[in-house]
């Protein structure tokens, strides 16, 4: 690959493209600005290059699941680095002469006469007809000594992502209160061997009544501590009491916006901090600002992201059809 560069440490190639040249300030009036460059702003591109718009994709290389080894759950793709997927999704988009990719943070994005004014933090400005954000969320992770080391390999958030490969395995649900009680509970469709651990919490009698009756014990001792080699997960230290071995733990702890853009537009949100849209066209409540991803806090997966992002691709298109006499 003659154009490849590399990113940061560990993250798939970088494509360049024509106007991605580094330190260079550009003023430029597009179509549309993607702003994140997972797999929901990657398919919004591919689709939105297919219709010949001129589109820049801007992208800070933070994608959620950096830390995992595996996608799972993605037709076609099963088991494949989220890194080798990205690299993969790059290079598609470089045969679309209409898409160009900054590797940048978009800083911010306001309403203007023509549409939208967005600035990068590499100094980047133009004006954008539309916007799509796609900067994804993150994930909040246990405040457990060792966890950081083992997340994404043994220390998982997310059943349908990861539940399967421990049907017979020793596991643990983390949470506070009855959030680990209730994803224990849950867990128990996918493994045999669930202990909830609450961290030196209590949990109400109604979660401690549900734990029984799935035969799930219960450890309430503060954790001391996560250890394992290679990011596999051996046991869990409490601050008192025995040591419990497990091959995986679970948490249920919460997530974030990774970008407040779509709050500095004024999109409207949900009780549970996602944006919401038009089920149809993805389109916020800002009219000409569209959302795709774990933005919206829907479906968290890279399956739906996918999906997310070539609807509002295509809802995109649409709507500059019908600005341009091309459909009623
Ligand atoms: C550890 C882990 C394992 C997972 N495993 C699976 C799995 O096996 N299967 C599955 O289907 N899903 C899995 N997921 C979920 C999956 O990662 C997400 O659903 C998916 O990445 C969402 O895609 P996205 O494009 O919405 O967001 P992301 O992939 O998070 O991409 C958002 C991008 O936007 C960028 N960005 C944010 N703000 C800005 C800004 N202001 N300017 C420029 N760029 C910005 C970020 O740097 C990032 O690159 C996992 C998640 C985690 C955390």
Redo the contacts with the bound molecule.
Sequence with gaps: MSNERRGARGSPPRQASHINCEREVLAMKIDVVI???????LSAALILGRCHRQVLL????????R??H?????LGREGRS?SAFLGEARQELTRYKSVSIRW???NDITPADEGFEFTCADGTTGIASKVLL????V?ELPEIAGVEAL??VSV???LY??GFEYAGKPVAAFGKGDEGADLAVMMKHWMADVVACSDGTEISADAARKLKQHGIPLRNEPIASVEGAEGVLTKIRFKSGPDLDRAALFFSTGCHQ??D?SELLGCKRDRKGGVVTDSATEETSVPGVYV????SRDV??????IAEGAKAAVAINKAFLLRDGFCE
């Excluded at 595996?70 to 993605?74: M, P, S, T, V």
């Design positions: 702003v994140g460059g997972g797999p929901a702003g801007c992208d800070d290389e933070q994608p959620r699941n830390a995992s595996a996608i799972h759950g993605l989220p940048t943070r978009v796609a900067t994804g969320i994930d997340y994404g998982h958030h997310c992502c990861d990774a970008s853009l795709a991803g774990d933005v968290l997966l890279v399956a739906a992201a």
